[in-house]
């Protein structure tokens, strides 16, 4: 029995020794999402239908990023690139009609970057309309849209657009938005009739060919 003791303490000894270190837990932390910021600009906000023009922009930090632009018209169109290294990204595109368009840029989120939206950016795609004007004589006269016609009157005459739709002029850098306020022109080939206002606005000839979004 003198014996028991030491070997009991030795046993207790070896079983402190023998307890394992707590292992060690290995933990992989996901890198956390920068801010992103997405810039969108076009290389023109005036076109004709028949031509493009470049969308470009710019996701900040750089790296390959997915971006999704999205065109809102007529109809809605949906784009999608990829950016260079440097977060740049361009393309050339074309309405498909006259109109007014809105464009804007998503930035789409991945493991590096979180979502973003550009600014919206405005454009208008015109076709070429002959144009008159009228006025002068017949002042005073009513209006087939309702009203009289008057010399600070602004508006057209068309044959077919709504009455009070809106129609963007241009012409020679000069642009004017006005209501349709009454009928005509009846001369064949005309699409338009200023009214004496409207012409003096764009700087318009008598007769000519000017820019329509209509």
Request: charged share 15%.
């Given at each position: ?194 009214t004496t206002a409207t012409k003096e606005k764009l700087g318009f000839p008598d007769l ?7």
């Open positions: 029995m003198r014996f028991t003791l030491p070997t009991v303490a030795a046993a207790a000894a070896l079983l402190v020794g023998a307890v394992p270190a707590t292992a060690k837990q290995s933990t992989h932390h996901r890198p956390e999402r920068v801010q992103s910021h997405i810039s969108l600009h076009l290389s023109r906000h005036s076109v004709l239908s028949s031509e493009s023009l470049v969308v470009h922009g710019r996701v900040r930090p750089g790296g390959a990023h997915r971006v999704k632009l999205v065109f809102g018209g007529g109809g809605s169109e949906t784009v999608g690139v990829t950016t260079k290294r440097n977060g740049a990204f361009a393309l050339r595109w074309r309405p498909d009609g006259i109109g007014s368009y809105k464009v804007r840029a998503f930035g789409i989120h991945d493991r590096h970057t979180t979502g973003s939206a550009s600014a919206s950016r405005r454009l208008t795609a015109f076709h070429q309309a002959e144009a008159s004007y009228y006025g002068p004589g017949l002042y005073g006269g009513a209006l087939a849209c309702g009203g009289t016609l008057q010399p600070g009157t602004l508006g057209v005459a068309n044959k077919t657009l709504p009455c009070g739709a809106k129609v963007k002029l241009r012409y020679q850098g000069r642009t004017i938005t006005v209501p349709v306020v009454d009928r005509g022109p009846y001369v064949a080939g005309r699409d338009f009739d200023l000519g060919t000017l820019l329509s979004s209509k």
